[in-house]
């Protein structure tokens, strides 16, 4: 394209959801809002549990504090934008921004993948080699992969930023989604797409299969370890300390898998419906993960519960 073609833009603006009507704009702004401060109340809550009670300061709750780190950070990177553009109808980001933002998206995704897989062979050591599990997954060594996981996310967003920044970008500044993302950004560029898409995602691939085939690879060992487990109750009692982890694994891999899968099959979505589920996906598990937590784990139920209590005791005490 010639050169005199090209505009160079300063911002851009994000349209949310495009076949939203205005009169729902409050509706959705407050929404929003309601999910954003549940995802931080709830995580806020896990994380003072775990500061204040040394019984949950274990290897496998290391790895949900960072989850909840990941959940917490990816949240307000993207939300504050987008409630923003339906309660001040200001959907405008600086050109800046929008790479800063894709980046981080791409970012804690990344690295939230690959703590699931963490939290995968912690339940794999624990129950398949329940008498060394202390010598394996000793703090250090749980650092050691959760440090990992911080740093092998950078790859792939900062491949993907060093290689888009630079283009001329000609298409308008109209983002059709409700935060910045490689693909939405990309698609504006005066430059054969393909060239940037494909790495992507492979890339994308590469983080969601390596770290799902860590994970289908853990719990099938787990399965046959429970398996051989006499007693009914102990098989249950066994598997019920990977159910948590199980349905966060759910949420967070099968609706991104039924994403990418429908776009290589070609099953084609309105723009509101592909958007709708990118944010279920995107934000219903770090509002729920918390909850989850909490009322699934026997550990951190008793830990909030001798709290509560301990908590009515002392406002009594003070009446008194």
Known sequence: ????????????????????????????????????????VGNAVFFALFVTSKSLQKPVYYCVINLILCDVLFTTTTLPNIISRYWFRDGTISFLGCFLQMFFVHYFGSVTARQLAVMAIDRYTAICFPLRYHSIMTNRNVLILILGSWILGLVGPLMMIIRAYPLPYCAGNII??????????????CANIEEYTYPAFINAMVVLLGSLTIIVFSYCAIIVAVL???STQGRLKTFSTCSPQLIIIALFFLPRCFNYLSAIINIKFSADLRIVIVMIYSLLPPMINPLIYCLRTDEVKKVLISHVQRKKICNKSRLH
């Open 1 to 40: 394209m010639p050169a005199g073609n090209v505009s160079f833009i300063k911002d851009f603006y994000i349209v949310g959801f495009p076949g939203l009507q205005p009169h729902y704009y409050g509706l959705v702004s407050a929404i929003l809002l309601f999910v954003y401060v549940c995802t931080m």
């Open 176 to 189: 059709v989604h409700c935060y910045c993302d490689h693909v939405a950004i990309i698609t504006l560029a």
């Open 228 to 230: 051989r487990i006499s």
